[in-house]
């Protein structure tokens, strides 16, 4: 059973800075892509930052400059680093993998369980 497990999030003062972290656990043979996207009120969601295994990323328009994506893929974690959060930031942010476990023979998507960030002064 694999599992993606976030934490950080909560609320922030618009041009603070917050940290979200998602590891992965269970019968995990390899992890593809790792990505982070976000769900805002009324919104449907969207991709915020993707990491592939070799490092490389992608970023929203919306978030470039602004938020960095890593990873370890020792730990099988995936960070996201938000400087200069706007209000438009608020948002339920998920973490996503694309994961190879033991008794599957393709890669699956699985999700996190989404943390709220709230952006407000």
């Known amino acids: 059973q694999v599992r993606l497990v976030e934490s950080g999030g909560g609320l922030v003062q618009p041009g603070g800075s917050m940290r979200l972290s998602c590891k992965a656990s269970?019968?995990?043979?390899?992890?593809?892509?790792m990505a982070w996207h976000r769900q805002g009120p009324g919104e449907e969601r969207e991709l915020v930052a993707l990491?592939?295994?070799?490092?490389?990323?992608t970023y929203a328009d919306s978030v470039k400059g602004r938020f960095t994506i890593t990873r370890d893929n020792g730990e099988n974690t995936v960070d996201l680093q938000m400087l200069n959060l706007k209000f438009e930031d608020t948002a339920l942010y998920y973490c996503?993998?694309?994961?190879?476990?033991?008794?599957?023979?393709?890669?699956?998507?699985?999700w996190g369980q989404g943390t709220q960030i709230t952006v407000s002064s």
């Open positions: 990491i592939n295994r070799a490092g490389a990323t």
């Open positions: 996503n993998a694309y994961i190879l476990s033991t008794g599957m023979a393709q890669l699956q998507s699985y």
């Open positions: 269970g019968n995990i043979l390899t992890i593809a892509n």
